[in-house]
């Protein structure tokens, strides 16, 4: 049995109050979004506020081999930041700078700020930053890279990933790293800073993000179609997709619709089998263009109403609806949260698939959809209280990871692997990608301190 360490010179060795030990608080960080009912208990909770903070804790660590895991803002939703026994949780909540650079069109920010956050700085400043997760209010940057999230736009305007420009980096043995830059081109050496974001907190702790801004979105004219069945509406993003790039194209099915109607009662389309928001922010006759090749395709496609608007506010209600549908179905009981993405081409048979699952399981599968880039969200609905159901509720959340890989595809978009995926990754990826991932963690974690438990 490990010996358990105490952190008295840890304590010491940082400010008053980064360092706590206290039970109550600690129960409040053991799990994160996942729920995960097997969360362990962390040794201390670590709150710092600079590089030089982080550095201390995991120099502490790897002196003490005692593991070590990084936490957001506590959004995850596959167990990234769930705790785990006699480890030392390290939050970034604290970590909250940042600076933009209007030449440059860049922001310098610490990982504990929110996505929300960023967007209004660079707001401030005239500038624009894209990746829109669902929870973009309550989401922390360095969650967002660890995960390389997504969103409602980056159909049109990419990931995380193609916004960090550079970061900072607390490696296993305490040794800080800087990769990349301001710079928008660098092709000096192996992409290191591209290796880290997605990395899920196993290569280090970033400590630092250098962001990518863009001009100002131009305001976006927005197109709802209803459609009987989940099948003419995946059929119809494929048609929109072979024209055009969307701003958005966001997808929710009848369980998902009914759900968001239930807590926002703003007048869905309770009947619908399937809602489509599409957006074009294309500037004049070219976004005129483009709304009519979506609802073109909408009707060609069986919608049964299609409705276009340019009112920004109009607009926004309903990609507030499609951003309200997880909490709106977690409402109807506990989820088991997917995160499958296929190629487009993909998409029908991959949402026929997962009704043809909760119908043999017998579980309520939501599905809503970022479908303009083939990434779905299924939200498995069932009563922990019911062993049955529980059972299969877990089988069904197996069935989808292993259709979307029999398609081509992916077990996660946008969410990262975590904990509670990780079983499934070797079927997508194979033993030589397995192998090649163990290796670079080895390399730069050889005692495994750094998210033990997390995709390997």
Known sequence: MTEVVAPDRLIADLPEGAVVTDADILAA????????????????????????????????????????????????????STAVDGAIMLSTEKMRSIDIDTATRTAVVQPGLLNAEVKAAAAEKGLWYPPDPSSFEICS???????????????????????????????ADGRVVRLGGKQIKDSAGLSLTKLFVGSEGLLGVITEVTLRLLPPQASASTVVGSFASVHQASEAVLAVTARIRPAMLEFMDRASINAVEDMLKMGLDRDAGALLVAQSDAPGPAGAAEVEIIQRAFEENGATEVFATDDPQEGEAFTAARRAAIPAVERKGSLLLEDVGVPLPQLPPLIDGVAAISERRDVTIAVIAHAGDGNTHPLIVFDPADADEHDRAQLAFGEIMDLAISLGGTITGEHGVGRLKKAWLPDQVGPDVMDLTATIKNALDPHGLLNPGVLL
Do not use: F
């Open 141 to 171: 940057i360095g969650g967002n890279v660890a995960t390389n999230a997504g969103g409602l736009c980056c159909v049109k305007y990419g990931m995380t990933a193609d916004y960090v420009l550079g970061l900072e980096a607390v490696l």
């Open 29 to 80: 960080y053991r799990q994160d979004r996942a729920q995960d009912p097997d969360a362990g208990t962390p040794l201390a909770l670590v709150r710092p506020t600079s590089t030089a903070e982080v550095q201390t804790v995991v120099r502490w660590c790897n002196e003490h081999r005692v593991p070590l895991t990084t936490r957001g803002a506590g959004t995850s939703l596959s167990g990234g």
